[in-house]
């Protein structure tokens, strides 16, 4: 697994970007033991990327700001049933993120009792450089692929995620 990760973050041939070369391939190499390598790379990546930022946030807050920019205008109660993680450690972020100035939080006119929470001008700063990040990340993850490849990779990711959903 360490070899699927280095070939991820190491230069290739000298550090020659445009080279062709392949990661080499054993046959007894199960797709669970590369899938958990590519996962673990591009966490480590992204909280990397997080840290080193002049505004750095948490894994949790960057998916936090993800899901408000996509879904502006959500109830905390809504990303708890999206993410399937605990509610208090989705309040604790979402605390975080308002008194950091990146979410806001405003009452529903039809229910008091419910807030809407959405992106400050701030938080919408930090997304953006987070999306750049993971689009930089996403190209180097298929560098090299010729088209279809990428689409033939994207296609069977999904089809996994399909299988992974549909277990009996």
């Known amino acids: 697994m360490v070899d699927v990760v280095n070939y991820l973050w190491l230069p290739h041939n000298g ?7 392949t990661m080499p391939t054993h046959p007894d190499q199960e797709v669970l033991d590369l899938l958990n390598a590519v996962i673990h790379g591009v966490k480590a ?5 997080l840290r080193e930022d002049s505004d750095p946030i948490t894994p949790m807050e960057m998916r936090a700001l993800n899901w408000f920019a996509r879904h502006p205008g959500s109830t905390q109660g809504e990303l708890v049933q999206h993410s399937g993680r605990d509610k208090a450690q989705i309040a604790r972020t979402i605390q975080q993120l308002i008194e950091r100035d990146m979410l806001a939080r405003t009452e529903d006119a039809a229910d008091r009792r ?14 953006k450089k987070v999306q750049k990040h993971r689009k930089q990340l996403d190209a180097r993850l298929v560098q090299g692929f010729a088209p ?3 689409a033939q990779a994207v296609a069977l990711l999904q089809r996994m995620q399909h299988n992974l959903t549909h277990l009996a």
């Open 15 to 21: 550090g020659n970007d445009d080279s062709d070369a």
């Open 45 to 49: 990546h992204m909280q990397q990327v």
């Open 114 to 127: 419910c807030h809407r929470l959405s992106l400050t001008e701030r938080g919408s700063l930090v997304h």
């Open 148 to 150: 279809d490849e990428r």
